[in-house]
């Protein structure tokens, strides 16, 4: 809470003693002050307001609008709900939403797994924790197109570290090109997704392990429990808020992943690969279809919003161990 | 004797934490070490790199000027990504001192006054965040050609600028909380207003968060590819847009697409590296307590 709101309550409170009407002075003078604060507080705000609705309020609502109209002459025409129903038949979309969820639901519970067990590593005060912190925040800082070259680089059916590996080790017997085989160009966006994602689940994993009492697993510990029970009895239910956290923060990220893909597969083979957000980005500015674009992206957004709302009912329920 | 047998076990657990912390790092640093050496391969090197002549380590090192030979090409004769360098930095750096400033700004009310509507404003910044980035570059697009904007750096700066704000509003906002009360009342009291308290207070108490605010936004804009893959050309490329064009072109030598990826690292890394526990710092503040 703000500093002014305490205080101005102190003042009063400590005028109560002097009488009913100073105190009632004193509350206009205090609503004075508060409302010549609230211009002052908005012209700080203004610059970042400004830019905000600028940027992103006024184009949501023209591309909003935008989206029931057809773009492809010079006049737009107003067409009604027309591109959201289009969306279902014209393009291959069902193929895009069920590769969408999918691509979602592997990226979450992998990126979840593989946190945990990091930050799980980096919570029991190893020597040299820091180092691997150092070295966990090499991945969160490479640009991801820079991620997908590396990945595209590593996957090359010819010269790539992974084929050539395989052969010599004589799992693999020919070189395969992996992003021109549907499932295979799949796992490579899957993986080059969660090595980005992944420093960052476990940063917040991590900190939300050193905030668990110690004394509660001491007391488990007296109470005999086995340290797997202690795990699924106190880390996880503490460890849930962060857990909501990151599971909004990839479905946002998963649902919105295009420069991976552009990198790396660009869509192919086919459209197998295509999610979503490059379906979008396809139809706006490959077809040049800017109504439909406009509504594969707004169905997007819809569908990111629906799933917070899932995680924050499903998942958001207050814990106590007092 | 129990005891011994014990402690003896409690220290077997730990080498072995040790080993997997470890090996989990190796792991994960495996495929950015892979890029970094194959970015010192020759095109000639690179494509006699097939099995059973594979190789990781480039072996065909004889001179220092050989050694970069990519780098070189990539910084010199090949002047667009020259060029995109530098246009990726003017954007990365004039970002962060807007959006720093105007974030700072906007958090010390959040922070630190009783607005009416002050837990609706930060709610909206939050589902800032979920808005159709597609959607909304189809009409600035518009928009900018209309203006004459397009292909500008000026236009990636504003969209960058709004798109970084929201989370940098929340990480300084929470970085703000952490700065007690007293000290600022203190000052008023002392004769400073408002501005003079946010000025000579606040802002070297909450330090750490500008700096982290700050980082971000530098490492978030030097990486960002969509927006500027819509809003420009070929004046204001980038250097991200390069290498994404790039390796998708005909005829292209990986090793200098590679090159071109470890160069665009460099910065970002360094940061990363050398302002760490602000960092972390800083992710931790804007996710858990946003």
Sequence with gaps: ?322 | MAGLLFRRKKRLFRILFYFLLYSAMFVILIPFIIMVLSSFMSAHEIYLNNYPNFHIFPNEWNTLGELFANYRGLLTYKERGMATFINSLKIASITTIIVTVFACLAAYPLSRTNLKGRNTILFIFLFASMVPTMAILIPLYLQFTKMGLYDTILAVIIVLTAYLLPFSIWVMKAFFDTVPDSLEEAALIDGCTRPEALIKVIIPLALPGIGAVAVFAFISSWAEFLIPLILTRTDAQVFTMYIGLFVNSENVEISKVLAAGVISCIPVVALALGFQKLIVRGLIEGAVKG
């Design chain 1, 1 to 322: 809470m703000g500093g002014l709101y305490k205080s101005s309550h102190y003042y009063i409170n400590s005028n109560k003693t002097k009488g009913v009407r100073k105190v009632k002075a004193r509350k206009k003078k205090v609503r004075k002050l508060s409302l010549s604060r609230n211009i002052f507080a908005f012209n700080m705000m203004a610059p970042a307001i400004l830019v905000i609705a600028g940027v992103m309020g006024f184009p949501t609502l023209y591309a909003f609008i935008m989206s029931f109209f057809k773009w492809s002459g010079k006049t737009p025409q107003f067409i009604g709900f027309e591109n959201y129903l289009k969306m279902f038949t014209v393009t291959d979309i069902f193929h895009s939403i069920w590769i969408t969820i999918l691509f979602a639901i592997v990226v979450t519970i992998l990126t979840i797994v593989f946190a945990l067990f990091i930050a799980l590593l980096l919570n029991m005060e190893l020597k040299g924790t820091n180092l691997a912190i150092a070295l966990l925040l090499i991945p969160w800082a490479i640009p991801p197109v820079v991620n997908g070259v590396m990945w595209k680089w590593i996957l090359d059916a010819r010269f790539g570290t992974f084929n050539n590996v395989l052969i010599s080790l004589g799992i693999l017997h020919n070189f395969r090109i992996w992003i021109k085989e549907p499932w295979p160009a799949f796992l490579i966006i899957v993986f080059a997704t969660i090595y980005k994602m992944l420093p960052l689940a476990a940063f917040l994993l991590t900190a939300s392990l050193k905030t668990i009492p110690k004394d509660l697993y001491e007391a488990a510990e007296v109470d005999g429990m086995s340290p797997l029970g202690r795990f699924f009895a106190i880390t996880l239910p503490l460890i849930r808020p962060a857990m909501v956290i990151i599971f909004i923060l990839l479905s946002v990220g998963t649902f919105k992943a295009f420069d991976i893909i552009f990198v790396i597969t660009n869509g192919g083979p086919g459209n197998f690969t295509a999610l979503l957000n490059y379906m979008s980005y396809m139809t706006t500015f490959r077809d040049m279809k800017f109504g439909l674009g406009a509504a594969i992206a707004f169905f997007i957004s819809f569908l990111i919003l629906i799933i917070c709302i899932f995680y924050y009912r499903a998942t958001y329920r207050e814990v106590r161990y007092d």
